[in-house]
């Protein structure tokens, strides 16, 4: 049984860029948030979706914007790109009570 | 304020010897739950034990047991028997469920297993 699944695993952007990452939940689960975590921090929450929709989001500009597929998948795109988004991006999915299971993350680096 | 508060940067330990990693918590609501993860280097988060604030038991799975003291706000993990493959990253975090489902996690400890 497949868990978590991130791509891409790495990513060199360049600033002002735009990128887009993407996840892939456990089977059977139909919640997604993902999280940023900066080098030598714990993750900081970014949002998360149910049934399409951004149910809860955290502290992050609106560069950060998402999307839930019909199939439970999610994507998370950040425009202009900051230095400062430079981070390991992590998913992760859950359902119900179950806990959260997380994905191995993108290493996005900005240059 | 900070929410989770690790205050181990790191800790040494030899093998088949027990540590305790420390967290305490910072909440104002009734329920809420404690969680621990490992990150190795590989970056995926591994769930390893959950403490719901109701609970009366401490929670244990396997080498991992948490020491859940309510009224300290003190929830600090345990690993029995060390093992050279517990070499990691450890983060608490928690979960306070009027505020949603979003973890709030700590800085972390890295834990170095040495034999």
């Known amino acids: 049984d497949a868990g978590v699944t991130q791509s891409p695993t790495h990513l060199i952007k360049t600033r002002g860029q735009q990128v887009t990452l993407r996840c892939s939940p456990k089977s059977g689960h139909d919640t997604v948030s993902w999280y940023q975590q900066a080098l030598g921090q714990g993750p900081q929450f970014i949002f998360q979706y149910y049934e399409e929709e951004e149910r809860q989001r955290g502290n992050f500009p609106d560069r950060f914007s998402g999307h839930q597929f019909p199939n439970y998948s999610s994507e998370l795109n950040v425009n202009a790109l900051l230095l400062g988004d430079s981070a390991l991006y992590l998913c992760?999915?859950?359902?119900?009570?179950?806990?959260?299971?997380f994905g191995s993350g993108t290493r996005l680096t900005v240059v | 304020a900070q929410k989770i508060t690790q205050t181990q940067p790191g800790m040494f330990v030899q093998e088949k010897e027990a540590v305790t990693l420390d967290c305490t918590y910072d909440t104002s609501d009734q329920s809420y739950g404690l969680f621990w993860y490992k990150q190795p280097s590989s970056g995926e988060m591994i769930f390893l034990i959950y403490q719901g604030s109701y609970d009366e038991q401490n929670a244990t799975e396997g080498r991992y047991s948490l020491n859940f003291q309510k009224a300290r706000k003190s929830a600090n993990l345990v690993i029995s028997a060390s093992q050279l493959g517990d070499s990691a990253m450890y983060f608490c975090a928690m979960r306070e469920l009027r505020a949603g489902t979003a973890l709030i996690f700590g800085k972390g400890t890295t834990l170095s297993v040495s034999s």
């Open positions: 992760a999915s859950r359902t119900g009570v179950e806990g959260y299971t």
